[in-house]
């Protein structure tokens, strides 16, 4: 007996099932969507190629309050296979009443690892005592333009400068919320002293070195051994200078356990993982939440079958079998909820789109590039398949006697 021309269920009952879905994977797509947005942003903050390294403190609990000795920046960048070397200063700050991150930087060894675009006014200066160039999104929100002049207070000492708008840039990174100045503003607003930087950032030719290659060196420079000759003689990552900053050198003694060295992803995926902020258990809580929503979807397939009961009794009275009627209903209901769970997807991206473009979608001053995993997608329309699927196999479809 074949069923698939018997056209038995009603269309407005399964238009009411697939509200269900859709609403219970909008709730799902919010909730996994803006979490994997997160996570993402997080670990590629400082960049995401394999041969982008960081320098940086392991005894700090969080990415921006570590402190390495400035000097090793000048050290490091002469090794051999360093293609690029950039110390930088993260500095919590209050603009305007509302928290920026305003970064000290070399400017010479930063446009190496990070591209900028000048949408208005002139790149940054080494010896510029006064001004600053901010970020596309931190413009926008705090209303700056070319010339203005803002008052910029420290949150981790009590310090504050005056700084210039020199210019706008535009990264299309994470870096577009936030305010650069040189490296020696931003050492003076995080209140450390000259002689420390918060990390330092290598561009690094993979054929030649590696990031433990480059610890051994901090090792032995920390022990106070004097480093190898190149069997190859000079290289020209060798010829690398002083990096060009006004400030007195200042060399500082350190531990080589303190030090550590690392793909820049990895480097914040840790940090992240310390806390418990992994993508898997990222993507548990997203399900969980779903979960408590999921319910309405089974009791939904539950009350479409029991709504149904009548037609179901007559094609049983037919001889239709359960295993038949199952298959039937599967094959009829499995489409609509496929149907749903993209229409709850679509409207979850638009809802997060709309965040994003009134920039409410933030953490720690920046502003989360949305990002469509597609694993977050897989797991979407599985669930809102798995749901129906069970509620209908579970169903008895047994005949009143």
């Known amino acids: 007996m074949k069923l698939a021309r018997f056209k038995y269920l009603k269309r407005q009952r399964v238009l009411a099932l697939a509200l269900v879905i859709a609403l219970s994977s909008t709730l799902f797509s919010l909730t996994a969507l803006s979490l994997a947005s997160l996570y993402g942003g997080l670990t590629a903050y400082l960049g995401e190629g394999e041969d982008v390294v960081a320098i940086y403190d392991r005894r700090s609990s969080t990415p921006f309050t570590g402190l390495v000795p400035a000097h090793l920046a000048e050290e490091v ?3 051999e296979g360093v293609l690029a070397c950039s110390p930088e200063v993260i500095a919590p700050c209050v603009i305007k009443g509302e928290a920026v991150f305003v970064r000290g930087i070399v400017p010479e060894g930063f446009a190496k690892l990070s591209k900028l675009t000048m949408l208005e006014g002139e790149a940054l200066g080494s010896r510029d005592l006064d001004c600053a160039i901010v970020g596309k999104g931190v413009a926008e929100r705090l209303g700056l333009k070319l010339n203005d002049e803002v008052l910029v207070l420290s949150a981790l000492a009590d310090r504050y400068v005056v700084l210039r708008v020199k210019g706008v840039f535009e990264s299309s990174s994470p870096m577009d919320d936030e305010v650069l100045v040189p490296l020696h503003v931003g050492q003076w607003l995080r209140g450390a002293g000259y002689g420390y930087v918060t990390l330092i950032r290598l561009e690094i030719d993979g054929s030649v070195t590696t990031p433990s290659k480059i610890f051994e060196e901090l090792a032995r420079r920390a022990s106070g ?9 000079p290289s020209p990552s060798q010829s690398y200078q002083q990096l060009p900053v006004i400030t007195p050198r200042v060399v500082t003694k350190f531990r080589a356990e303190d030090i550590g060295v690392e793909e820049a992803y990895d480097f914040m995926k840790g940090y992240a993982e310390r806390y418990g902020f992994t993508k898997d258990s990222l993507l548990a809580l997203a399900i969980a939440i779903s979960l408590l929503s999921s319910a309405s979807v089974v009791v939904a397939s539950k009350t479409v079958l029991a709504q ?21 209903l599967l094959l009829k209901l499995l489409p609509w909820s496929l149907a749903a769970s993209c229409v709850g997807l679509a409207l979850a991206l638009a809802a997060l789109a709309a965040l994003q473009a009134h920039g409410y979608l933030r953490a720690l001053s920046h502003a989360i590039a949305l990002r469509v995993d597609p694993l977050v997608v897989v797991l979407d329309f599985v669930l809102a ?3 129906v699927s069970l509620a209908v196999l579970r169903a008895s479809l047994e005949r009143d006697q």
């Open 385 to 387: 398949l798995a749901l």
């Open 308 to 328: 149904h009961r009548g037609e179901v009794e007559v094609l049983r009275s037919l001889g239709a079998s359960k295993r038949l009627l199952k298959s039937d």
């Open 77 to 79: 960048g002469a090794l």
């Open 225 to 233: 051994a004097t480093p190898p000759p190149s069997p190859s003689g």
